[in-house]
């Protein structure tokens, strides 16, 4: 079994920032797309940030310059920086992993169990 688990949401302020972790942990081969997704109040969940074929990152329009998405390998785990946070960025957050567990290349799709981010003055 594999298990997402996230850490790192929470209340904050107008302009203040948060770090989000998600760390991959059972029994797998390795561990391929890892990105993070957000759903607000009422709204469909999207993809924020992830990371391009190339190894590059990619985000989208409305957290670009603002969010910064890293990856540890050793740890399986990957982090959000979020800074200048603003009252839309007021989300669950959940990270994502495509996984595989053989060397075969036959990938499986994991969630975490979502973080709050709630951004309030």
């Known amino acids: 079994q594999v298990q997402l688990v996230e850490s790192g949401g929470g209340l904050v302020q107008p302009g203040e920032s948060l770090r989000l972790s998600c760390a991959a942990s059972?029994?797998?081969?390795?561990?391929?797309?890892m990105d993070w997704y957000r759903q607000a109040p009422g709204k469909e969940r999207e993809l924020i940030a992830g990371?391009?074929?190339?190894?590059?990152?990619a985000y989208a329009d409305s957290v670009k310059g603002r969010f910064t998405i890293s990856r540890d390998n050793a740890k399986n785990t990957v982090y959000l920086q979020m800074n200048n946070l603003k009252p839309d960025d007021t989300a669950v957050y959940s990270c994502?992993?495509?996984?595989?567990?053989?060397?075969?290349?036959?990938?499986?799709?994991?969630w975490g169990q979502g973080t709050q981010v709630t951004v309030s003055s």
């Open positions: 990371f391009t074929s190339g190894g590059g990152t």
């Open positions: 994502h992993a495509e996984v595989q567990k053989t060397p075969f290349p036959n990938f499986y799709s994991y």
């Open positions: 059972g029994s797998f081969f390795k561990v391929n797309v």
